[in-house]
């Protein structure tokens, strides 16, 4: 158990849809990242939150955004959903800092299915 | 442009067989390196760190090098399970204060009874 909880696990929606993925970061982890990882394809980043503050984006398409609330769990919202948005999410947390290792810890995903 | 290539992108190996992962990175300036090991439909798990003074870091059956001259990590397997069988990403950070990581592809390996 990585301390990473997401949810929901899975996640079936039509085209055109909003969904709203959870996840709550380690105990004192203050980083929290949103991969996307399509079938058979690797980890791509979408965003890094950073104690509330967006720290970094990548990938991540207008249709999506994310938001880390005081209490550090982060939310990433998908709108306008299209079949090539299923895919399996994940967040991870690590624990940001001076001499800090930076591994993440990844939470066991969320699988969205649209149809 | 922060890069990190792996190969093979996919090996099948028979059971007790020994492989190695290659990892390249143009990753700069370098923190440390780290192989994740990701089994189908699960998050991924860091088997080991390398920070640029480390040459060579074992963690079991698993055996990382690194090259901070030339770029280069590799992975090496002993005696592989079925359990083996997975996903093996090399992840890399940049340091400087963002933290930020750049992930490899990653290597999808079968073991084979």
């Known amino acids: 158990d990585s301390g990473v909880t997401q949810t929901p696990k899975h996640l079936i929606t039509a085209t055109g849809q909003r969904v709203t993925l959870r996840c709550s970061p380690r105990?004192?982890?203050?980083?929290v990242y949103w991969y996307q990882q399509s079938l058979d394809q690797g980890l791509q980043f979408l965003i890094q939150y950073y104690n509330g503050e967006e720290r970094a984006k990548g990938n991540i398409l207008e249709r999506f955004s994310a938001q880390q609330f005081p209490d550090l769990h982060s939310e990433l919202n998908l709108s306008s959903l299209e079949l090539g948005d299923s895919a399996l999410y994940f967040c991870a947390s690590s624990a940001l800092g001076n001499g800090d290792t930076g591994e993440l810890f990844f939470g066991e995903g969320s699988r969205l299915t649209v149809l | 442009k922060n890069q990190v290539e792996q190969s093979p992108q996919s090996l099948i190996i028979l059971e007790g067989k020994n492989c190695t992962l290659q990892?390249?990175?143009?990753?700069?300036?370098?923190?440390?390196l780290r192989w994740y090991k990701q089994d189908t439909g699960r998050g991924p798990v860091s088997l080991t760190i390398m920070t640029f003074s480390e040459n060579t870091k074992s963690n079991g059956r698993y055996t990382a090098t690194l090259d901070a001259d030339t770029k280069q990590s590799s992975l090496h397997i002993t005696a592989s399970q079925l359990s083996d069988s997975a996903s093996y990403i090399c992840v890399v950070i940049v340091s400087g204060g963002s933290y930020i990581p750049t992930f490899g592809r990653g290597t999808s390996l079968i073991v084979h009874p």
């Open positions: 105990s004192g982890d203050l980083s």
């Open positions: 990892c390249n990175y143009t990753v700069s300036p370098f923190s440390n």
